[in-house]
C-alpha cells in the first residue's frame, strides 16, 4: 500500500533530507554494530576464536554504538514528523548530526585502534586504570561522549525550543493546563508527537547535563585540576547519561509509532487526558529509573535504590496502557493493511512489551540479586532494542522513504519484515533461556555447557540478516527518488 | 637518561628569516590587490574582514614556526603537531577568507587553466591531495627526513599549507568559482571524511605502542614527558583541534536549505 505525502508535503524539504540522513547513518551504525554482535555471539559459542582483548573492545563499541545508533536514528524519525507543523533549521540538524557523527568517530577510534575496552558504561575509576589501553584512549572515548552528549543537546535544545515557539511556550506544548485541570484549552492541543517531542528534548538536554557533569570533572582528574572523582557520584552520573539514553532512544521510537500509525489505520490518534499525562510523567520516570543499575552497590543511599525500584515499575504503566493499548486498540478493526512499516510496528509493539516485562522483573531487587549479572539483562534491552525500539525506526524510515519516492513495498519486502521479527525473537530467546539458567553476561569465554544458547542463537541472527540485507536494498533504491524528492518539498513552498 | 633542561629553555623564540620575509611579501602583495580590486570595482569591492583574516592568517603562520612552538618543533613532538594544527586548521582557512573574495572579482580564467583548477579542486581530489598530504609526511622515513633538514621541514610545512589551502577551498568558495558541495549533504559528507581521516591518523599517532620517530628519542628532553608520552600528547593534539575546527566550519558553512 503506497501512503499518500499528504502528511511530508507539508515539511520543509531542508529539513526532511537531515532528518532522511539522521535516519540512515542510525541505520548504518546499526548494521555495522550488529555485524559486531554476531561476532561475538560467534564468539561466545565457541564457532569463533576472538581474543577475550577483542571481545571486550568490540562489546564496549557494539553497546555504545548500538545505543548512538538507534538514538540517532529515532530523533531524525522524530525531526521528520514534527516538521510537518513545526518550522526546524535544517542547518541546527545537520550541525547537530555532524557533531554527533563525529563523537561516534571517537568512540570507534578509542575502541577499535586505542583499545579501549572498559564497557561502555565506563565506570569510574577502571577506565584511568586500563590494562590493556592507555589513558589517552580513555580520553578519547570520553571525549566521544562528550561530543555525543552536545550533538544530543543541540538537536534536543533546537527541538523544544521550536515546538515550544510553535505553541506559545513549552507548558503549552506539554498541555500541562490540560493535564491539571482536565478541559480542553481553546486553542488547539499539540498533536501527541509535538507533545512527544518536547518530554524528549527536555529529558535529553537534561541528559546530556548529566553527561557533562559526569564527564568534565573526569578531564579535570586526566588534567591534574582535580584530586579525585568519587566513584559512586562517577557511577551515578554514567548511569543517569547512559541509561537515559537507552531510554530516550526507546521513548523517541515509541514516539514515531504516535506520528505513523494513524496514516496506516486511517484513525486519528488524539491527545488525550491519558496521552498527555502519561508523556508528562514520562519526563519524571525516565530520569528516576536508571538507579535500577546500582542496586548491588552497597554505597548507594537506600532512598536511590527505592526510587529506581518505583520508577522502575512506574515508567511501565504510561508505556503500556497509553502507547502499546493505544496502538492496539487504533489498529484493532481498522482494516489496516499490513506492509513493512505496519509489521515492523506490529513487531516493535510486541518486543517492547516482553523486553519491558524482562526489565520489570530485573529491577525488582531480590530478582535484580540473583539475575542483574547473568544474561537475562542483555535479553531484556535486546528485546526492547532490537524489535521495540530499531523496529519502530525502521518502520518509520521505510515509511518516509517509500512514502516520498512513492513506491509500494513488494511481498517480499513484507516477508522480510516478518523474517525480521522470526530471528529477532529466536535470537532473543536465547538470551533470556540463558539468563534464565544463570549463565554470566559479559564474559568472552563461555563454558562448553553455556555454548549451546549462542550456538542455537546464531542462525536466528542469520536469518535477521537476510531480512536486514533485503530491506536495507530496498531502502537503497528508493532512497534516490526519496530524496530527489524533498526537493520538490521546498519548491512547492 | 638524558637530565631535563631546565623550563625556560621551552619558551625561546626562533628568529626565521625567509619565513618572515615571505609573510611580508605575502601581506604586501595581497595588501595591494586588496586595495587595487577596491579601487577598480566599487561595485563589488573586497571588504575589511577579508584583509583581516588574510593578516591574521599569515600572523598564525609566523606565530607556529618562530613562536615557542616552532622553536621546540625537533625537540617535542607535540610541539611540532601543534605548530601543523595552527598551519593546516587555522592559517589555511583564514587565508581563503582572505583570497576567495579577491579571486572572484579577479579575471576570468582561461579555458586550460579553468578545466584545471576545476579538477584540482574537485572535492574528491582537493580531499585526496590533502589527505595524502598529511599521511606521507607522518610516515617515519619522512617526518625524521623533514626533523633533519631545514629545506625539507620547510617544504613539509608549505606543503601542509598548500594541501590545506585546497582542502576547504571546495567548501569554502562560493558557487561563483566552485559548482560542488553547494547542498548540506555533501558538505557534511566532505567535513565528516576530511575529520575523520586526519582523526584516524592521530590515533594511529596516538596509541602507537612504540615512539614513530627516532628522532624524538634521542633529543634533548626540554619536560619530563617521555618520548611516547609525548607522542600521545601529540596524537591528542592533533585530533581534539580538528574535530573543533570542523564543527566551527559546519556552523559557519551549513544553510537552512
Redesign the interface.
Known amino acids: 500500500m503506497t501512503m499518500s505525502p499528504r502528511a511530508l508535503a507539508a515539511s520543509d524539504g531542508?529539513v526532511v533530507?537531515?532528518a532522511i540522513?539522521c535516519m540512515l547513518a542510525g541505520f548504518g551504525g546499526f548494521l555495522l554494530m550488529g555485524v559486531l554482535g554476531l561476532l561475538m555471539r560467534l564468539d561466545q559459542g565457541g564457532l569463533l576464536a576472538m581474543p577475550p582483548e577483542w571481545f571486550y573492545r568490540i562489546m564496549t563499541l557494539h553497546g555504545s554504538g548500538m545505543v548512538a545508533s538507534v538514538l540517532l536514528a529515532a530523533l531524525g524519525g522524530l525531526a521528520a514528523a514534527v516538521s510537518e507543523t513545526t518550522r526546524l533549521?535544517?542547518?541546527t540538524l545537520?550541525?547537530a548530526?555532524?557533531?554527533y557523527?563525529?563523537g561516534t568517530?571517537?568512540v570507534d577510534?578509542?575502541t577499535l585502534?586505542?583499545?579501549f575496552a572498559g564497557g561502555w558504561t565506563v565506570l569510574h575509576p577502571l577506565p584511568f586504570d586500563g590494562r590493556e589501553w592507555?589513558l589517552?584512549?580513555a580520553?578519547?572515548m570520553y571525549?566521544g561522549y562528550l561530543?555525543v552528549a552536545v550533538g544530543l543537546a543541540v538537536f534536543c535544545t533546537h527541538l523544544l525550543v521550536a515546538t515550544a515557539r510553535t505553541y506559545g511556550g513549552v507548558t503549552k506544548v506539554l498541555a500541562w493546563r490540560f493535564v491539571l485541570t482536565g478541559r480542553r484549552p481553546e486553542q488547539p492541543l499539540p498533536r501527541p508527537v509535538e507533545l512527544i517531542a518536547a518530554v524528549i528534548a527536555i529529558d535529553g538536554i537534561i541528559c546530556a547535563l548529566a553527561g557533562a557533569i559526569y564527564l568534565i570533572p573526569l578531564f579535570g582528574l586526566a588534567a591534574g585540576m582535580v584530586g579525585n572523582v568519587d566513584a559512586l557520584f562517577a557511577k551515578n552520573f554514567v548511569l543517569l547519561f547512559g541509561h537515559t539514553i537507552a531510554n530516550l532512544s526507546i521513548y523517541t521510537a515509541a514516539g514515531l509509532v504516535y506520528a505513523t500509525l494513524p496514516l496506516y489505520t486511517n484513525r486519528e490518534w488524539k491527545t488525550t487526558w491519558p496521552v498527555a499525562c502519561a508523556w508528562n510523567l514520562i519526563i519524571v520516570l525516565m530520569l528516576a529509573n536508571y538507579s535500577h543499575h546500582l542496586y548491588q552497590d552497597f554505597a548507594q543511599p537506600l532512598a536511590l535504590q527505592l526510587l529506581g525500584e518505583i520508577g522502575s515499575y512506574a515508567v511501565g504503566l504510561p508505556s503500556f496502557i497509553v502507547t502499546i493499548i493505544g496502538a492496539l486498540t487504533l489498529m484493532y478493526g481498522s482494516r489496516m493493511r499490513w506492509t513493512v512499516t505496519t509489521i515492523l510496528i506490529a513487531l516493535g509493539l510486541w518486543g517492547w512489551v516482553f523486553g519491558g516485562l524482562g526489565a520489570l522483573l530485573d529491577a525488582t531487587i531480590p530478582i535484580n540479586q540473583v539475575m542483574h549479572n547473568t544474561m537475562w539483562v542483555p535479553a531484556h534491552f535486546h528485546t526492547y532494542y532490537l524489535l521495540g525500539a530499531a523496529a519502530f525506526c525502521w518502520a518509520y524510515l521505510y515509511h518516509v522513504v517509500t512514502t516520498l519516492s512513492h513506491a509500494p513495498d513488494s511481498g517480499i519486502s513484507r516477508a522480510a519484515a516478518w523474517l525480521y521479527g522470526v530471528g529477532g525473537a529466536g535470537f532473543v530467546l536465547m538470551f533470556f533461556i540463558a539468563g534464565a539458567n544463570s549463565v554470566p553476561r559479559r564474559y568472552a569465554v563461555h563454558a562448553p555447557q553455556w555454548q549451546v544458547y549462542p550456538r542455537i542463537a546464531v542462525p536466528f541472527v542469520l536469518l535477521l540478516t537476510a531480512s536486514l540485507a533485503w530491506l536495507t536494498w530496498d531502502v537503497l533504491r528508493h532512497l534516490g527518488p526519496a530524496w530527489g524528492s524533498t526537493r520538490e518539498i521546498?519548491s512547492t513552498e | 637518561m638524558i637530565a631535563p633542561l631546565p623550563v625556560a629553555s621551552l619558551w625561546h623564540w626562533k628568529w626565521e628569516a625567509p619565513v618572515a620575509i615571505a609573510i611580508v611579501a605575502a601581506q604586501v602583495a595581497f595588501t595591494g590587490m586588496w586595495i587595487h580590486r577596491r579601487a577598480s570595482s566599487p561595485d563589488a569591492r573586497p571588504r575589511w574582514p577579508a584583509l583581516v583574516a588574510f593578516t591574521i592568517g599569515l600572523a598564525v603562520i609566523g606565530l607556529s614556526i618562530m613562536s615557542p612552538i616552532g622553536a621546540n618543533d625537533e625537540l617535542l613532538l607535540s610541539m611540532h603537531m601543534l605548530e601543523h594544527d595552527l598551519l593546516i586548521w587555522i592559517a589555511a582557512p583564514l587565508l581563503l577568507v582572505g583570497v576567495i573574495p579577491l579571486r572572484e572579482r579577479g579575471r576570468a580564467l582561461q579555458a586550460p587553466e579553468r578545466s584545471l583548477v576545476r579538477v584540482v579542486t574537485h572535492p574528491v581530489v582537493a580531499l585526496g591531495i590533502s589527505s595524502a598530504v598529511l599521511w606521507a609526511w607522518h610516515l617515519p622515513w619522512a617526518y625524521d627526513r623533514a626533523l633533519r633538514s631545514e629545506t625539507v621541514h620547510a617544504l613539509e610545512h608549505a606543503s601542509f599549507l598548500g594541501a590545506y589551502m585546497l582542502y576547504w577551498w571546495p567548501i569554502m568558495a562560493p558557487a561563483s568559482l566552485t559548482p560542488w558541495l553547494r547542498g548540506n549533504a555533501s558538505r557534511v559528507v566532505y567535513l565528516l571524511a576530511g575529520a575523520t581521516q586526519s582523526a584516524i591518523l592521530a590515533s594511529l599517532i596516538a596509541f602507537h605502542a612504540d615512539v614513530l620517530y627516532a628522532t624524538y628519542t634521542v633529543a634533548p628532553r626540554v619536560t619530563s614527558l617521555s618520548p611516547l608520552a609525548d607522542q600521545r600528547l601529540a596524537g591528542m593534539l592533533m585530533l581534539f583541534p580538528g574535530v573543533v575546527v570542523h564543527i566551527i566550519a559546519a556552523i559557519y558553512l551549513l544553510k537552512d536549505k
Open positions: 531542508g533530507r537531515a540522513a533549521s535544517a542547518r545537520w550541525i548530526l555532524l557533531i557523527l563525529l568517530g571517537f577510534l578509542a585502534v586505542g583499545g592507555t589517552a584512549a580520553l578519547q571525549a561530543l521546498a
